[in-house]
T-cell receptor, first 114, second 115 residues
Framework: AQSVTQLDSHVSVSEGTPVLLRCNYS??????LFWYVQHPNKGLQLLLK??????LVKGINGFEAEFKKSETSFHLTKPSAHMSDAAEYFC????????????FGKGTMLLVSP | KAGVTQTPRYLIKTRGQQVTLSCSPI?????VSWYQQTPGQGLQFLFE???????NKGNFPGRFSGRQFSNSRSEMNVSTLELGDSALYLC??????????????FGPGTRLTVL
């Protein structure tokens, strides 16, 4: 069994300030973890993925996430927010090997003010 | 490579009708998954097809069905539409042949409104 909890439904930041979107997961298996972003009326785009190669994962558009097994967390960060980062972000867990479906968190809406 | 395409992009139906949505995966991808996205329930897995076979199914009533063709294109059908079926339906394709950590590529979705 697997589940994902995104700890904040909304996060508001000012342009140029750091972004932190929090995600905790639960999995009976060794997990593979993803962050996806969804802009209004668009599909989901993969930001980054953890598949056990390295605990600090760098993604597109300056985002990165760190896998912390002891804390069962996979928080998403960015040093400096841009207006174009305003979107909904989803944390996703699946098994790292063997067949499994994706389990999505409820999403975090990131609001960026000028 | 062209991305995942979904048609139509928008649909308006009335209660009791049925609807068919179409998804064309990225060329070479054999796995197609369908998701329902609503404000209240978030993203929920409907089913996945791989090589024309349903490989997994989420917890949805039998009114929701799907199929996959030999060219990997997939359709999902919802019969006897209810107001609660109003949602964004997302399709995703993957090259997965069992390694589930393979990235899923999402289409833009079909926005279904049931009146």
């Amino acid at each position: 069994a697997q589940s994902v909890t995104q700890l904040d439904s909304h996060v508001s930041v000012s342009e140029g300030t750091p972004v932190l979107l929090r995600c905790n997961y639960s999995s009976s298996y060794s997990p593979s973890l993803f962050w996806y972003v969804q802009h209004p009326n668009k599909g989901l785009q993969l930001l980054l993925k953890y598949t056990s190669a390295a605990t600090l994962v760098k993604g597109i558009n300056g985002f990165e996430a760190e896998f912390k097994k002891s804390e069962t967390s996979f928080h998403l960060t960015k040093p400096s927010a841009h207006m174009s980062d305003a979107a909904e972000y989803f944390c996703v867990v699946t098994r790292i090997s063997g067949y499994s479906t994706l389990t999505f968190g409820k999403g975090t809406m990131l609001l960026v003010s000028p | 490579k062209a991305g995942v395409t979904q048609t139509p992009r928008y649909l308006i139906k009335t209660r009791g009708q049925q609807v068919t949505l179409s998804c064309s995966p990225i060329s070479g991808h054999r796995s197609v998954s369908w998701y329902q996205q609503t404000p209240g329930q978030g993203l929920q897995f409907l089913f996945e097809y791989f090589s024309e076979t349903q490989r997994n199914k989420g917890n949805f009533p039998g009114r929701f069905s799907g199929r996959q063709f030999s060219n990997s294109r997939s359709e999902m059908n919802v019969s006897t539409l209810e107001l609660g079926d109003s949602a964004l339906y997302l399709c995703a394709s993957s090259s997965s042949q069992g390694g589930s950590y393979n990235e899923q590529f999402f289409g833009p979705g079909t926005r279904l409104t049931v009146l």
